[in-house]
């Protein structure tokens, strides 16, 4: 049978799952599928063409370690497709859909997600996880930047779909770096203007794994052969300087026209002053 | 990077708005295209320039790049080219609704002010500035043409109506007129700054003015275009009929078999499926239907 995507979202909004949350908490707790799945009736998504293989879902690795989630977000990836294709762009950009499967077909992956955690599934949480609702607007996020930070689905589909641009190293790692170094994530994976052009992201990415200390320690890094142990670079505060240069830059080139290599002489570029500016402030 | 008119550079850069560089400015206009058969979009692209850069074109001193963006895909695509009217073909597979097309005037090799850029063209406040423009500057941009792929592509339902002022219609009526494109849906004078309102305000007003136009304007007018549809549907030939069969698709109707009884319902649920999509996207493409003047 068809599921047809307004009784996805009559059923997310009108049987006040959405709404309701805080009433229907067991539900995610005690991963209540078939609660759910009762009130949807229906097991097979189609939507414009696009088709979910669900019989892949049973390989999912049900964690979020690094290498469980790389694993995941290929499954997810190419479980789902148009006309046999990667799934339309359009579709993946819908939150409907990640929500719907967030709550039939993957809800059990989803919770045992949240499980693995350690938290508590507070409601906030669930309406971020599950329906990409962001708290401080009052509404579903359906930005650019919502997609691959809150619905979990959404957002192993979007890494993987990005990762997999970047031609001139291998998806895999892109991947674990996406996943592991959070700081990098926000200040450039999440941000359309450089995850969303393919060269771009390939080139800034590049230039993170082969230029960018890889050890950086709670305390941050000493960048400049411990000129005093006590003032070190903060991996975050480098990265936020680094995206401000970079953006300002951009003000001025569009990064569009540059090969992966010409952005990573650009990137190189900024580093260099930054570093001449973190002596200058360190010495 | 989308510039407005307030950019400042620091140098001279030429664009539609500012005098940086005298003689004429650099407009540029983007006729679009989508090819049904194959999904390919092509833009004719046509600049306007002073003849000094048209020689630094010749010369290949300075590029174009033509940049299409598609927000709500977090799509973009680009064209690097020379001439100064070029056909341009991208996919519109990436794209949902609204598209922007902007070029660019890129510099190929460092250009200097006073050597390949003649200090006569350029306004005197930069004649002391030093300036070296490297590989790859940017030295002009400009205005983005707004399009919607509607309603041929995913559009909301909204874009298939276009509002407009009429004398002939009292106040608190409305006139609806469908044409081979979209559906015109006419009203008075005062009537229209109501719904003018809704690109001006935010908040708690402009959701009670965007709930006035759905619920007074836009459900009924749906709801004669799908009386007017059902009566006729083996012609399918009209733009709003091709949309509104695509929605009745997603919704799991076929045309044919619309009952009277049924149709108010149906407008109903076709403009909350939208609306699902994000009250920010049903407002923009509301602001597109008020602020572009189709011909049909």
């Known amino acids: ?283 | 990077m989308i510039y407005s008119e307030l950019k400042s550079f620091g140098y001279p850069v030429i664009n539609p708005y500012g005098d940086d560089f005298l003689q004429d400015k650099f407009t540029s206009e983007v006729n679009l295209n989508l090819h049904e058969n194959d999904g390919k979009l092509e833009a004719k692209v046509s600049h306007s320039l002073p003849d000094f850069f048209k020689k630094l074109f010749i010369n290949k001193k300075v590029k174009f790049l033509t940049v299409l963006r598609c927000n709500f895909t977090s799509f973009e695509d680009h064209r690097i080219y020379y001439e100064m009217n070029k056909d341009l073909t991208f996919s519109s597979k990436d794209c949902f609704d609204k598209i922007s097309i902007e070029s660019y005037i890129v510099c190929n090799e460092t250009l200097k002010i006073g050597k390949e850029i003649d200090k006569k063209y350029i306004n005197d406040f930069y004649h002391s500035l030093n300036r070296t423009y490297n590989k790859n500057t940017l030295i002009g941009f400009s205005k983005p043409s707004q399009f919607s792929l509607s309603p041929k592509l995913n559009a909301p339902i909204t874009s298939i109506f276009v509002l407009k002022e009429s004398t002939d219609v009292e106040k608190g009526c409305v006139a609806y007129d469908f044409g081979d494109e979209l559906i015109s849906i006419y009203f008075h004078k005062d009537d229209l700054i109501i719904y003018k309102r809704i690109g001006n305000s935010s908040g708690k007003e402009q959701k009670f003015h965007l709930n006035i136009l759905i619920n007074a304007v836009l459900i009924p007018a749906l709801s004669a275009a799908l009386l007017a549809y059902s009566s006729n549907s083996e012609d399918n030939s009209q733009l709003w009929k091709s949309t509104l069969y695509t929605k009745l698709n997603d919704l799991n109707y076929n045309v044919d078999h619309i009952k009277p009884e049924d149709i108010n319902t149906l407008a109903n649920k076709i403009i909350y499926f939208d609306k699902d999509k994000g009250l920010k996207q049903l407002n923009e493409s509301i602001n597109f239907i008020l602020e572009e003047d189709y011909e049909d």
Not at chain 1, 47 to 62: A, G
Not at chain 1, 71 to 79: A, G, M, P
Not at chain 1, 105 to 119: E, T
Not at chain 1, 253 to 270: G, V
């Open chain 1, 1 to 283: 049978m068809k599921t047809n995507v307004f009784n996805i979202r009559q059923f997310i909004k009108e049987d006040d799952l959405y709404k309701k949350i805080k009433n229907h908490l067991q539900y995610y707790n005690d991963s209540k599928k078939d609660d759910i799945l009762k009130k949807l009736g229906n097991d097979i998504f189609e939507y414009e063409n696009s088709k979910i293989n669900i019989s892949e879902f049973k390989n999912l690795i049900p964690n979020n370690s690094i290498e469980a989630e790389v694993h995941n977000s290929k499954i997810i990836y190419e479980s789902l497709t148009t006309n046999g294709n990667e799934l339309k762009r359009y579709i993946a950009s819908n939150n409907s859909l990640w929500t719907h499967l967030a709550h039939t077909h993957l809800f059990d992956f989803m919770v045992s997600i949240k499980k693995n955690r350690n938290r508590k599934v507070p409601i906030q949480d669930i309406k971020k996880f599950f329906f990409s609702y962001n708290e401080k607007e009052k509404k579903v996020d359906s930005s650019s930047r919502a997609l691959v930070r809150n619905n979990y689905l959404s957002y192993l589909w979007w890494s993987y779909r990005i990762a997999l641009k970047c031609k001139k190293l291998e998806t895999k790692t892109v991947l674990k770096w996406i996943f592991t170094d959070e700081d990098f994530s926000g200040n450039f994976f999440e941000r359309p203007s450089t995850s969303h052009i393919d060269s771009v992201f390939g080139g800034v990415i590049r230039f993170a794994i082969e230029n960018i200390p890889h050890d950086w320690s709670n305390k941050g890094y000493d960048l400049f052969d411990k000129i005093d142990k006590n003032k070190k670079i903060q991996k975050r505060d480098f990265y936020r300087d680094f995206a401000k240069r970079l953006n300002a830059r951009g003000g001025f080139i569009n990064f569009e026209i540059l090969d992966e290599d010409e952005l990573i002489d650009e990137c190189l570029a900024i580093k260099e002053i930054m570093m001449l500016n973190y002596k200058k402030v360190l010495s």
